[in-house]
C-alpha cells in the first residue's frame, strides 16, 4: 500500500507524540519536528508508510539518542497481556470454535498499537472483536489453507499482541516461524519482546532483519526472504505489515482491525474493521 | 500566543483541507505538503500561529494560482447567517439582557470557521452558547468599557459570522469602525464579505492592511495602527485574533469559542469553553 496524502500530517502526530515520549524539552522536540518536516519534503511519496514512518523515527533516535522509545510501554503491555492470558486460553477452550476465536483474539490483541493511537481500552476492546462481524471473511480458505500447510510463517506486530498470536499459534499446533522486527521501531515486537510474552515455547523466533514499522521486504534478510518464499501459508498482524505486504504476491492472510482511515480507505472498508483477509496464490514460489 | 508543538500537524491538515478545496489533483497536493514542510522546517516558532498560518495559505496560493480559495464557501456562509438574521434580531429583542444575547451570538457565529474545522452545525451551536456558561466572563467591564468608550474598534474573525457581528454592533449603538483583512486568508472575513453581511449599514467598514488569518500588528496598515492605539474599546473576534493580539497591551476583550486544544490550553480553559475576557489597559496610548 502506498502513503496516502492524509499520512501526511500523521506523521508529524507521531513524531509529536513519540519525541514527547522521550523527552520533555520543547526545544529538543521542535527540531525533531523540523527534521522530519526536512525529511518529507525531500522523501518520495511512492513508497509505503511504513518505509516514511521508518525515516520519521530514525530522526527521532538520532536527535534525542534513544533506540527504543517505547521500552517501558512495550513492556507494560506484555505483562498486561500475560496476566491476561489464562483467562483467554480458557475463553478459547470453553468455545465452540476454538481457532476461530483465537483468530478474533489475535486482532483484537492489536489494538495494542501506540503507532496509531496512544489510548485503548483493551477489555472493551477483547469483548467488541469477539463478537464483531468480519468486514472480510476468508475463515473457510485459512481453515483450508492451514491443513495443507507444511511451512507456516507468521509476522508479528506489536509487542503485547505476541502475546495473542503466542495463543492462536498454540491453536494452530504446527510448526511457525514467527517473525519480529531487527530492531526496536515505534511499540513493534522485537526477539526480546517476543521471548518475554513466550513465543519461543510455541515457534521458531526469528528476526526478519526489517527496522521499519512494517516488514518491508527490501529491508529484510536474505535469511528472512529464504523462509518468506518458501513459506506456503504466511500470517501478516496488523497494519503496518499490511501496508508494506498488500501489494506482494505470495499467499498472505492479513489479520488486522483497521484502525485508520487510511488503510480502511485502502481496504475499501469502515474504520474499525476486523479482517481476515487473503491475498496473493498458494503456491510456493521457488527461490 | 506564540505557537505550540502540537500546531505543526495542524498546519499540515489545514493545508492539506485547504489544498483539496482548490484541486483534486494528487500530485500538486503532495507538492504544497513538501513546500510546506520545508517551510516549516526553516520558519521560527517563535512567532503566532497566524503568523507561520499566512506562510501555509501562500504557499497554496501560489502554488495553485487560487487566490480565494475559501471564496464560494464564505458566500455561502454569509447566505446561511442572513437567513438567520431575522429570527437572531427577534431573538435578542425578546430577551432581558439584549446585550449579552447579542455577545453570545456572537461568539456562536464564531463557530463558522473552516480554518479549525470542515464541519459545524449552526443550529446546535447557536443553541448550546445561548445557555452555555462564559469560562472567563468580564461582562460588567465589557459593559462599563461600552458606556465609556468613544472610539470603538471591532476586528473582524470569519464570513458568516460578520452577520452575528452586525447584530451585536447594532445592540451596541454607537459609532464602531469594523476592521476585515486586507486579502482573503481561509475563510476570514474581507472588505467584500463584511458589506454583503450588511456591516457597512452599522459600521465603518476598514481594511486593517493585514492578510493573515489573525490581526497580525506588524502587517497592518499605518491607517489601520492610528484606529488601533486611539480605540478605547477594542473588540477581538475568534482564535486568529486572539492568537495575534493576546499579548499586546491595549484594552481588548476577546470574545470567541475555543475550538482548538493550542487556544483552549494557552487560556488555561477546556476546549470548547466561551469567554467575554479583557486584556490590556483602559488607557489610550498616545501615538
Redesign the interface.
Known amino acids: 500500500m502506498k502513503a496516502y ?2 499520512c ?3 506523521f ?2 507521531q513524531a ?1 507524540k513519540t519525541a514527547r515520549l522521550v523527552t520533555s524539552e ?1 526545544k529538543v ?2 527540531q525533531i ?3 522530519v ?2 525529511y ?3 522523501v518520495s ?1 511512492d513508497v509505503t508508510p511504513s518505509e516514511i514512518g521508518r525515516g520519521v523515527y530514525l530522526i527521532i533516535s538520532r536527535i534525542t539518542g534513544v533506540k527504543d522509545p517505547y521500552k517501558e510501554v512495550k513492556e507494560r503491555c506484555i505483562r498486561q497481556a500475560l496476566a491476561l492470558y489464562p483467562e483467554l486460553k480458557q475463553l478459547i477452550t470453553a468455545s465452540e470454535d476454538r481457532l476461530m476465536t483465537a483468530v478474533r483474539l489475535a486482532i483484537a490483541g492489536n489494538v495494542i498499537d501506540f503507532g496509531t493511537s496512544s489510548s485503548f481500552d483493551l477489555d472493551r476492546d477483547l469483548k467488541a472483536v469477539l463478537s464483531q462481524d468480519f468486514a472480510l471473511d476468508h475463515s473457510d480458505d485459512f481453515r483450508k489453507a492451514l491443513v495443507e500447510a507444511s511451512k507456516i510463517l507468521y509476522i508479528a506486530d506489536n509487542a503485547g499482541e505476541t502475546v495473542f498470536d503466542r495463543l492462536l499459534i498454540e491453536e494452530i499446533g504446527r510448526p511457525v516461524v514467527y517473525a519480529v522486527r531487527e530492531k526496536p521501531i515505534i511499540n513493534d515486537a522485537t526477539r526480546e519482546d517476543a521471548v518475554l510474552s513466550g513465543l519461543e515455547k510455541v515457534s521458531k523466533v526469528m528476526s526478519s532483519g526489517c527496522d521499519a514499522p512494517g516488514n518491508i521486504l527490501k529491508f529484510c534478510s536474505e535469511e528472512f526472504f529464504r523462509v518468506y518464499r518458501s513459506a506456503d501459508l504466511i500470517i501478516s498482524k496488523g497494519q503496518g505489515n499490511y501496508e508494506a505486504l498488500s501489494d506482494e504476491k505470495r499467499p498472505i492472510f492479513f489479520l488486522l482491525k483497521a484502525k485508520c482511515p487510511v488503510v480502511a480507505r485502502d481496504l475499501g472498508l469502515e474504520e474499525g474493521s476486523i479482517i481476515l483477509l487473503k491475498r496473493g496464490r498458494n503456491k510456493k514460489v521457488l527461490s
Chains 1, 2 share one sequence.
Open positions: 496524502l492524509d501526511y500530517p500523521c508529524f502526530i509529536l520543547e522536540i521542535l519536528l523540523k527534521e518536516s526536512l518529507l519534503s525531500q511519496f
